[in-house]
């Protein structure tokens, strides 16, 4: 059963409870590029009484340095060890869980950001967004040369998806021997400013029901986000707590990661998903409307 916040001491005891602090980002700290009301005084709060502030985003589209570039832009202060995505993940994954032979290449579904990180970890890659996959094109079995060293294939949310890039990653899939379908995460949608739109679990779909299988997901609520954090910072599970907005992801996380977790009502889920008649299985220790309600530790 959840602990529904409400009274200012719920919210000073919480912060004296937990020393580290997940957070969520798409409809945790913002929507899109715009912050959610509260949330940098939250986080100024937070530091202020020397509590460790991470931040644990499935969205995939950004680096963790770019995303330090819209947290600068945005005002929040945050530092690039703080910063933790499934972009960086599922480099980290590629590099060092499956330790992909150097010879080896990821066709790449998603966004700047997957690309930069997968640089970062020495991963070699194709697609993305490089105007030579030439993906704008009207695909071409006949024409398409495959690439037999491609070893994975790698999705995340991109913006420009089309059947092309569909059909080059459904080649490697099923020609390939042993090529690997991983996705960055398998949120269904994304809460952007001015509303939900399609998320990276739903740019993957297609290939999974073409492929009839099911990919290896590395974000939320897989463990692979945790261990890079563990590798990077030390803290105690019994005084760390997520913060997020998505049962299946965030709030699994905690729970699989042995943490506490806390429910905000600014992102994807309602309260009566875990209120009402046929509750989710999934159920956080904490409920608070918004992150901005933990402000009220500071009358306390
Ligand atoms: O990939 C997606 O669908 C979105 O980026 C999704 O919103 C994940 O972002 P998070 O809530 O984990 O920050
Ligand atoms: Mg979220």
Redo the contacts with the bound molecule.
């Keep these: 059963m959840s602990v529904r916040l409400s009274a200012t001491e719920d919210y000073a005891s919480l912060i004296d409870k937990y020393d580290t602090w997940m957070f ?4 945790v700290i913002w929507h899109g590029d715009r912050l959610i009301d509260g949330a940098i005084d939250v986080l100024r709060l937070l530091r202020n009484r020397k509590k460790t502030v991470l931040f644990v ?4 589209t950004k680096s963790r340095r770019s995303y330090r570039g819209k947290f600068d832009q945005l005002g929040v202060e945050a530092h690039v060890d703080e910063i933790y995505g499934s972009a960086y993940a599922a480099a980290v994954y590629l590099s060092s869980v499956i330790k992909l032979p150097k010879d080896k290449k990821v066709y790449v579904i998603g966004m700047a950001g997957l690309e930069e990180e997968l640089r970062d970890e020495g991963v070699s890659y194709l697609g993305g967004t490089d105007p030579a996959d030439r993906t704008l094109e009207p695909f071409s079995l006949a024409n398409f040369v495959l690439d037999e060293s491609v070893a994975a294939v790698l999705c995340g ?1 991109d913006t420009a998806i089309n059947y092309t890039k569909l059909s080059k990653a459904f080649q490697y899939l099923t020609r390939n021997p042993g090529c690997q379908f991983l996705v960055t ?1 398998e ?1 269904s ?3 952007s400013a001015d509303g939900l739109l399609p ?3 739903a740019i993957s779909a297609p290939l999974r029901f073409a492929l009839g299988k099911d990919p290896v997901s590395i974000g ?1 609520p897989a463990s692979t986000m945790l261990d890079c954090i563990k590798a990077k910072v030390n803290y105690d599970p019994k005084r760390t707590i997520m913060v997020g ?2 049962l299946n ?1 965030d709030i699994l996380f905690g729970k699989n990661g042995g943490i506490s977790t806390l429910l905000v009502l600014t ?1 994807i889920t309602a309260e009566d998903e875990i209120t009402g008649p046929n509750p989710s299985p999934i159920i956080p220790d904490y409920v608070t409307q918004s992150i901005a309600d933990l402000n009220k530790a500071a009358e306390h």
């Design positions: 969520d980002c798409d409809g985003t499935n969205n995939a949310l995460n949120d949608t994304y809460p998320g990276a679990g939320k907005d998505r992801t992102g």
